[in-house]
Nanobody, 121 residues
Framework: QVQLVESGGGLVQPGGSLRLSCAAS????????MGWYRQAPGKERELVAD???????NYARSVKGRFTISRDNAKNTVYLQMNSLNPEDTAVYYC???????????????WGQGTQVTVSS
């Protein structure tokens, strides 16, 4: 099993910044893609950004230019730097990791417990 623990959420004023972190631990053979999703009240969960183990990134159109995803493969950790936040960014943010626990096992998408980000004055 793989556990993902997120940190860094909170309350921030419009125009402010936050940095989210997510560390993976447990029985990890390899991790390919890691990412951040978010879910606002009454809406479906959506992809915010993801990153391959080679460093290739992909962003939702709504956050491009404001958010930056990065990862430290040695620490099995993914980060999300969020700048120029606005109230529409308010949501629970979840990290994900596509991981194998053994060399012969199929990859599985693991999820963190979520961290609340609230953008409000």
């Amino acid at each position: 099993q793989v556990q993902l623990v997120e940190s860094g959420g909170g309350l921030v004023q419009p125009g402010g910044s936050l940095r989210l972190s997510c560390a993976a631990s447990g029985s990890i053979f390899s991790i390919t893609d890691m990412g951040w999703y978010r879910q606002a009240p009454g809406k479906e969960r959506e992809l915010v950004a993801d990153i391959t183990n080679g460093g290739s990134t992909n962003y939702a159109r709504s956050v491009k230019g404001r958010f930056t995803i990065s990862r430290d493969n040695a620490k099995n950790t993914v980060y999300l730097q969020m700048n120029s936040l606005n109230p529409e960014d308010t949501a629970v943010y979840y990290c994900s990791a596509d991981a194998r626990s053994t060399w012969y096992g199929a990859p599985y998408k693991y999820w963190g417990q979520g961290t609340q980000v609230t953008v409000s004055s």
